[in-house]
């Protein structure tokens, strides 16, 4: 489908520059290009949950698994175990480069929410807003009282990330510092650890981070 969006896009631009005296500008091929992947994708599989633009950074995650009459579509979000606690995060960004936001929610192991993070950060890409979510979540926790009595698992959907703080040494080179700086407040605290969750499962913060976009003012 890609080849076709993409092809598609080229030519009819191609026509514009040759025969309407347009200028050629990348955007006319990269924005048009991805509605259309979008929309194909979204028409042949509408149930699938990925951005084009994790879709561009990992193929796998394109890969369509077929369920079964009995299976659920959905998995409920579980509370934390006893004795940790559970910080699910999301980033949100307008575009490649626009608007960003960042969600967070941290409950106890009795379901009760003791900080909810919605928080404008600025004009970023994705992936700096992706992991200035997690920067934030670990700040957090390291001013608590729960710093060194819990164990914290950072809960997030999005696989990019997780490879990112798990694998510092394959982070492009613009994104260094700010992992650098992530995992140091991570050394801060006494028990973490960083794992993938289904996108289902993590829509409350989604949308804070979604709505911390358009927040004039910081929640917290």
Known sequence: MAWYAINWVIWTTRNDVIFNGKIWDMEQIFEPTKFRVVWLVNAKWPNHNCSIGDL????SEGNILTRGRNTKEKMAWTRPVKGSLKFNTNGASKGYLGDSGIGGILPNEQGDVLVLLCKFVG???SNKTELLVVKKAALIHVASRWCTSRLLPIEYDKRNVIKYITSPTDVPWRLRQLVIQTLNVLCKIS???IKHILCTTNEKADS?????ILRPENFF
């Open 56 to 59: 561009a950074r990992l193929l």
């Open 191 to 193: 028990k973490w650890e």
């Open 208 to 212: 804070l981070a979604k709505e911390g």
């Open 123 to 125: 004009i970023c890409d």
